[in-house]
């Protein structure tokens, strides 16, 4: 090739490189608006049946609520409930053991629940334990987690997204901005982490469980056996 | 001429090197992803939060998936002699170095976790970039002494 062919090839394969480079930072901005977008889509989105959400809020009304906490700190005894928000058997427990408990035991302040949320099920029960921690950083986690048991689809279904992690922090008038950055905040990882710890050292593999622990000692109740968990408290209170 | 040509070989063979290591590293997080587990985080303990948040995917589509295609693309980029594969390279490079500089805002800035496989994949995205701009270079044609 000579001097002056390769001479006039050289500006048209600048321009080439030029617009092929235009063209790839015209895709990657692309990207990473529709990224920020997901990011920031919240605002969007379903809403919630008012009256379920009356119906979760009364169910834990008047009772004091701190993080994963709900009942007076100073309970003799110590419910910890480990769950997956997919599971359904936790659902059920929500639904007939909790209340249960609640009445008898933590509004007389004989027993405080603690929440510890586990994720075995899937990645959908990672984020929705993150959103469980998150609402517990508003001391609401109690309902929160109740109204997602209500709103609870099949398993790994795709029911639990972020839409839905959102929509049920709207509902619960949580504070939505602070609760998003406790959804991704070290402090709830850790938190997490914590509750895999203990479901551990508790000999704790499946949802839901009930460690029950009192002045006269601790039981392990795996399943949604409200008896057993009812016998435990009678046991160690 | 053919110094050049023996440079772009071993350009390609080590964009190739790093598409690998790239392929592998997407590949993991998306198997991660399936089984809903966190990755395990070599260094630091950001992983899980990292692949928790909604950053994670791009309207609905995984990001690893993201990686998988940009990685192959890379792949395919050190396949193909000459040109065509030098551009498909830059191509390819430039936009997963683009939308990986905003991940890496994301952990840092917006997140406050940091998940050692992106950072792994952010370095290797980084290198590409290098060793695609390095290869158009090479190609260039210079003019002739007079």
Excluded at chain 2, 30 to 45: K, L
Excluded at chain 2, 66 to 85: D, E, F, H, Q
Excluded at chain 2, 126 to 133: E, K, S, T
Aim: include cysteine; proline fraction near 4%.
């Amino acid at each position: 090739m000579s001097t002056t062919a390769r001479a006039n090839r050289t500006p048209s394969r600048r321009i080439v490189v030029a617009v092929a480079v235009a063209a790839a930072l015209a895709v990657a901005g692309v990207l990473i608006a529709l990224s920020a977008r997901g990011g920031t889509d919240g605002d969007a989105g379903r809403s919630i049946d008012p009256a379920l959400v009356a119906e979760v809020t009364a169910a834990v009304g008047g009772v004091p609520q701190s993080g994963a906490t709900l009942g007076r700190p100073s309970a003799p005894v110590v419910v910890t409930e480990y769950a997956d928000l997919q599971c359904p058997f936790c659902a059920q427990a929500a639904a007939t053991i909790v209340p249960d408990v609640v009445r008898r035991y933590v509004r007389p302040g004989v027993a405080r629940l603690e929440f510890a949320p586990l994720a075995f099920i899937g990645g959908d029960s990672t984020r929705g334990a993150h959103a469980a921690v998150a609402a517990g950083s508003q001391d609401r986690l109690w309902q929160y987690v109740e109204l997602l048991y209500r709103l609870q689809g099949e398993e790994n279904a795709g029911w639990l997204d972020d839409d839905l992690v959102d929509a049920a922090a709207r509902a619960l008038d949580l504070d939505v901005a602070a609760f998003d950055a406790a959804l991704h905040a070290g402090s709830t990882q850790a938190a997490l982490d914590e509750a895999a710890r203990t479901a551990t050292t508790d000999g704790v593999s499946s949802t839901p469980a009930f460690v029950v622990t009192g002045p006269k000692g601790r039981r392990v109740v795996t399943g949604a056996d409200g008896a057993a968990v009812t016998a435990a408290i009678e046991a160690v209170k | 001429m053919r110094g050049a040509a023996s440079v772009e070989r071993a350009l390609r063979v080590a964009l190739a090197v790093v598409a690998v290591a790239g392929l592998g590293v997407s590949i993991y997080l998306t198997v991660e992803r399936a089984r809903g587990r966190a990755p395990s985080c070599v260094v630091g303990g950001g992983c899980g939060t990292v692949q928790a948040s909604r950053y994670a995917e791009l309207a609905g589509i995984p990001v690893a998936w993201l990686g998988i295609a940009g990685y192959a693309g890379l792949l395919t980029a050190a396949a193909l002699p000459g040109a065509a594969g030098g551009a498909l390279g830059l191509l390819v490079a430039v936009i997963a170095a683009g939308f990986s500089g905003w991940l890496t805002y994301v952990e840092l800035g917006i997140l406050h976790a940091v998940c050692f496989w992106c950072v792994t994949s952010a370095v290797l995205v980084g290198i590409a970039l290098l060793i695609c701009v390095a290869r158009l270079a090479v190609a260039a044609p210079r003019p002739a002494p007079a």
